[in-house]
Nanobody
């Protein structure tokens, strides 16, 4: 079992930055991939970014490429999502997720563990 706890959400204006954190506990993550998903009002939960824990390879949704950066700190068992140039359409609950195999996926159902989510609101 892997337990995930997100933090760092908040309310910001368009163009601002926010950093989300997700602390993982319960199991070593070297054989896992970690991802961030989000669910906006009235929308399906969608892939945002993912990272292979053991080598740090990253993947992004086209909608956030160039604005968001996913990273991890192996010593702290923490994955981060740095969000820059935020837009109204980035408003969502952001979820951290862990996948038991190292192959990264953009498919929600392939992730085995989820955090409780953290709200990000971008509003002028």
């Amino acid at each position: 079992q892997v337990q995930l706890a997100e933090s760092g959400g908040g309310s910001v204006q368009p163009g601002a930055s926010l950093s989300l954190s997700c602390v993982a506990s319960g199991r070593a993550l070297d054989s896992h991939a970690m991802g961030w998903f989000r669910q906006g009002p009235g929308k399906e939960r969608e892939f945002v970014a993912a990272i292979r824990w053991y080598n740090g390879a990253t993947y992004y949704a086209d909608s956030v490429k160039g604005r968001f950066t996913i990273s991890r700190d192996r010593a702290k068992n923490t994955v981060y999502l740095q969000m820059n140039s935020l837009k109204h359409e980035d408003t969502a609950v952001y979820y951290c997720a862990a996948k038991e195999r190292v192959i990264v996926s953009t498919i929600r159902s392939e992730y085995h563990y989820w955090g409780q989510g953290t709200q990000v609101t971008v509003s002028s």
